[in-house]
C-alpha cells in the first residue's frame, strides 16, 4: 500500500494566492506568506529550500467550481485519493 502525502493540497489550500511573473517573464502563482517548512528543495541539488509556484492549472483545483470540491475531498479523504488513483492506472 501507498503511504499518500497530502503536501501539495495542504499547500494548495493553506495560503492565499498572487499571479506574479517569474524572472524568466511568465505568469505563475506565489504563496503569502510561505512557511520554511513548506519550501521546496533546489533542483540543483545544493540542499537549499526555495519558495514553491503553482501554474494556473494548479491553481484551477483550487478556484475552479468543479475541479475545487474534488480536490478538497482526496484532501480530506486520502483513501478515497489512493483508490481514484489506482483505478486510473
Do not use: C, N
Not at 500500500?1 to 511568465?26: N, Q
Not at 528543495?41 to 537549499?48: A, C, I, Q
Amino acid at each position: 500500500p501507498v503511504a499518500w502525502d497530502m503536501g501539495y493540497f495542504d499547500v494548495l489550500f493553506g495560503y492565499e494566492w498572487e499571479l506574479v511573473k517569474s524572472p524568466a517573464g511568465a505568469w505563475q502563482w506565489a504563496a503569502k506568506g510561505l512557511a520554511e517548512k513548506d519550501h521546496a528543495p533546489e533542483v540543483d541539488g545544493s540542499g537549499r529550500r526555495v519558495p514553491l509556484m503553482m501554474t494556473t492549472a494548479d491553481m484551477a483545483m483550487r478556484m475552479d467550481p468543479v475541479y475545487e470540491p474534488i480536490s478538497r475531498r482526496f484532501h480530506s479523504d486520502p483513501q478515497a485519493f489512493a483508490d481514484a488513483f489506482a483505478r486510473a492506472w
